[in-house]
């Protein structure tokens, strides 16, 4: 059997725990059903043994202290909840006893997983050095500029290496579990589990999920400017120089802004912006695929598609199925 052991962080969120463990529990219920046994077995603890408070403010009991790690065969490490930065930056720097344990299960060849604002906690303190990782996508630039070290896969939902799995945004739970629940009871077992969860057995990118407003990430006012600006003109051609001039500044001077607050060029942010409005217009929407394009600045449905297809791992007529209101 399986052994699991989930730590509990103060300020983590209780989903991303019981949600987790009610994934493997299904997988035990649904075993037992058809007479295999049960895979998993996992229990609950905290580094002192202590309740923990969780960011929603529900209070969740642990079932001992880090002695209970020992007998793992899968760390679980939550995501943390945080407002600004600053303080999540400070957390982070701060648990060195997290940081510590991970390292130390995975020397002894145990696995270990997080996902969200967990996966920091194991670039911070060094597990993901040289190796393949993913995070939340509103988090993507942040981490890519605080640990260079990492291999960071664009938007990918999960990744896995030596022994290390993360995960994206919050529920990327759902996708770790289902394949912990695949390597260690098989796919038909995973498939049963994914079915009666609601959840797709194959999501392998964050990008149809993503919201270029929803997180700022810098305070920037050139750049917020001009993202501001490209947001209303998305119809428009793009011209370097005549996005500079309606900014006041030179072409370089807003390249390597730009470059620097987002880490991608002005046309990199654009095509991103275009992709979003026709992802909305395709979820909202009755409008043919070519009026779409036309919408979002684009001349050719063809050329979109296929960039469509590259960006976001769907064509746009299976995107409106599986997306539109």
Not at 33 to 39: D, E, I, L
Not at 102 to 114: E, K, T
Not at 212 to 227: I, K, N, T, Y
Request: charged share 20%.
């Amino acid at each position: 059997m399986h052994q699991l052991r989930l730590l509990l962080l103060d300020g983590c969120y209780a989903g991303s725990v019981t949600g987790f463990t009610d994934l493997l529990h299904f997988a035990n219920q649904i075993a037992a059903r058809k007479g295999w046994p049960p895979p998993f077995h996992w229990r609950l603890f905290s580094l002192d043994g202590r309740p923990v408070s969780t960011a929603s403010g529900i209070v969740l009991s642990a079932d001992g202290d880090a002695a209970l790690a020992e007998e793992a065969d899968t760390l679980v490490l939550p995501p943390l909840a945080y407002q600004r930065l600053s303080d999540f930056e400070a957390r982070l720097a701060a648990e060195k006893a997290v940081g510590a344990l991970a390292l130390r299960l995975h020397a002894a060849g145990r696995r270990v997983l997080s996902f969200c604002t967990g996966v920091p906690l194991l670039a911070e303190h060094g597990l993901l050095d040289g190796r393949a990782a993913t995070v939340s996508w509103w988090l993507h630039h942040w981490f890519r500029q605080r640990y260079p070290q990492v291999q960071l896969q664009d938007y990918a939902t999960c990744s896995e290496d030596a022994g290390v799995w993360c995960g994206g945004a919050t529920t990327s739970y759902i996708d770790l579990a289902l394949r912990l629940i695949r390597q260690e009871g098989g796919v038909a077992l995973a498939m049963s589990c994914s079915r009666l969860m609601l959840a797709d057995l194959n999501r392998v990118s964050q990008a149809p999920y993503m919201s270029m407003q929803s997180f700022a990430g810098h305070d920037d006012e050139l750049v917020l400017r001009c993202q501001d600006w490209l947001q209303r003109h998305l119809d428009r051609p793009y011209r370097l120089e005549t996005l500079a001039d309606q900014m006041g500044v030179s072409a370089r001077t807003l390249m390597r802004r730009f470059q620097l607050v987002l880490g991608q060029p002005p046309l990199r942010y654009l095509q991103q912006l275009r992709l979003q409005a026709a992802r909305r217009l395709l979820e909202t929407t009755a409008l043919p695929l070519d009026e779409i394009v036309s919408r979002v600045g684009y001349a050719d449905a063809a050329s979109f598609r296929r960039l469509f297809q590259r960006e976001l791992h769907c064509t746009p007529a299976e995107y409106r199925r599986r997306f539109a209101a």
